[in-house]
């Protein structure tokens, strides 16, 4: 199985901060890498799918990057509304394997 | 607008069985491809089973293989999940999930229901 290894495991930053959130996939992956948004009490919504294509709707304050095995969500200017967990997945093979989450937390 | 709500959770003791359904509403449902995804409370995500839009390819996750089934209705615009010989373990959220496309290729999870708590205890 293909590991997701997500980091950190929280953050504390400022509205306007820029924020980054890395994975880092134990294999090649190529570019099969999609980035979520949970909020406490509602549904995960999609955010960057494909490494770096924003979802459709998705503010271009988020924006995702790959290099090798290692991929970057990053969130320039921080907003009130941005205070979530984030959660990295691989779509390249089954079992299809999440990161364990990153939560971002206000300073 | 895209409705994906889930039913059947509940207390239910190790060694039983449980079935989940989520109707879904706002979109073409034979178009796509679901998934039902886990979340232990307070811990992340765990994918756990998906379908193909014709039911042609089905996936489990190795930790519910041979205990759960996944399966669809097309023409009810429902998936379901039987749970069975559950464990304490398996004690989460569960959430149905729409794919962005048609085959258990490279899923996208688009579209993700409230979710439905299962708990399994004596």
């Known amino acids: 199985d293909i590991q997701v290894t997500q980091s950190p495991s929280s953050l504390s930053a400022s509205v306007g901060d820029r924020v980054t959130i890395t994975c880092r996939a134990s294999q090649s992956i190529s570019s099969y890498l999609n980035w979520y948004q949970r909020k406490p009490g509602k549904a995960p919504k999609l955010l960057v799918y494909a490494a770096s294509i924003l979802r459709s709707g998705v503010p271009s304050r988020f924006s995702g990057s790959e290099s090798g095995t290692d991929f970057t969500l990053t969130i320039n200017s921080l907003q009130p509304e941005d205070f979530a967990t984030y959660y990295c997945?691989?779509?390249?093979?089954?079992?299809?394997?999440f990161g364990q989450g990153t939560k971002v937390e206000i300073k | 607008e895209v409705q994906l709500v889930e039913s059947g959770g509940g207390l239910v003791q190790p060694g039983r069985s449980l079935r989940l359904s989520c109707a879904a509403s706002g979109f073409t449902f034979d178009d796509y491809a679901m998934h039902w995804v886990r979340q232990v409370p307070g811990k992340g995500l765990e994918w756990v089973s998906g379908?193909?839009?014709?039911?042609?390819?089905?996936v489990y996750a190795d930790s519910v293989k041979g205990r759960f089934i996944i399966s669809r209705d097309n023409a009810k615009n429902s998936l379901y999940v039987q749970l069975n010989s559950l464990r304490p373990e398996d004690t989460a959220f569960y959430y149905c999930?729409?794919?962005?496309?048609?085959?258990?290729?490279?899923?996208?999870?688009?579209?993700w229901g409230q979710g439905t708590l299962v708990t399994v205890s004596s």
């Open positions: 997945q691989q779509s390249f093979s089954s079992p299809w394997t």
């Open positions: 999930v729409k794919d962005s496309w048609q085959h258990l290729v490279h899923p996208t999870l688009d579209y």
């Open positions: 379908i193909s839009w014709n039911s042609d390819t089905i």
